[in-house]
Antibody, heavy 120, light 109 residues
Framework: QVHLVQSGAEVKKPGASLKVSCKASGYTFTSSYIHWVRQAPGQGLEWMGIINPDGGTTAYAQKFQGRVTMTRDTSSNTVYMEVRSLRSDDTAVFYC?????????????WGQGTLVTVSS | EIVLTQSPGTLSLSPGERATLSCRASQTVTTTSLAWYQQKPGQAPRLLIYAASRRATGIPDRFSGSGSGTDFTLTISRLEPEDYAVYYCQQYDTSSKYTFGQGTKLEIE
């Protein structure tokens, strides 16, 4: 059974950095892309970026380029997302999600979400 | 960038009725790149439909997807109490990457 288990909720001050983890299990870690999607309170879904665990290549949505870094650790089947220079409008639930096969263009498994609150 | 516009914003229907949700794209979307998700309060979204018309694993057959080009539809043939949720469409293209519609809230009438 595929599982994506994320790290717990965080409270950060504006200007701080955040690192969220996503541990995958139940499938071959390097066979599926992992994406990050965020959802501000009461709002819709926003794609942030993608990492290929096989090799570590990444691509980010334009609005997050330069402020977000995604990495992976194949020894622990874990993906990380770092967000720098946090602002109050970064307050959101962050989800890691799996793209089941290269080129599938959809997300079949979602982590439970990590609530991040940015407040002074 | 491809923008997905969902309509209506809110749909009020009774159990047993048929629900028709629309997702319109600002440019042509590849059929294989269009998906639908269901999100209930406090939960992560769940994949319902991928490649515009294929049901994801474990999704009941009362859910169906159709459409091509710029117009796509999610249909729920007979609403069950557990179907009341927010529904999102999502697409991929090489320029915009991954984008979501703003969602349709399906509520009990």
């Amino acid at each position: 059974q595929v599982h994506l288990v994320q790290s717990g909720a965080e409270v950060k001050k504006p200007g701080a950095s955040l690192k969220v983890s996503c541990k995958a299990s139940g499938y071959t870690f390097t066979s599926s892309y992992i994406h990050w999607v965020r959802q501000a309170p009461g709002q819709g879904l926003e794609w942030m970026g993608i990492i290929n665990p096989d090799g570590g290549t990444t691509a980010y949505a334009q609005k997050f380029q330069g402020r977000v870094t995604m990495t992976r650790d194949t020894s622990s089947n874990t993906v990380y997302m770092e967000v720098r220079s946090l602002r109050s409008d970064d307050t959101a639930v962050f989800y890691c999600v799996r793209e089941p096969a290269h080129g599938a263009c959809n997300f079949d498994y979602w982590g439970q979400g990590t609530l991040v609150t940015v407040s002074s | 960038e491809i923008v997905l516009t969902q309509s209506p914003g809110t749909l009020s229907l009774s159990p047993g009725e048929r629900a028709t949700l629309s997702c319109r794209a600002s440019q042509t979307v590849t059929t294989t790149s269009l998906a639908w998700y269901q999100q209930k309060p406090g939960q992560a979204p769940r994949l319902l439909i991928y490649a515009a018309s294929r049901r994801a694993t474990g999704i009941p057959d009362r859910f169906s997807g159709s459409g091509s080009g710029t117009d796509f539809t999610l249909t729920i043939s007979r609403l069950e109490p557990e179907d009341y949720a927010v529904y999102y469409c999502q697409q991929y293209d090489t320029s915009s990457k991954y984008t979501f519609g703003q969602g349709t809230k399906l509520e009990i009438e």
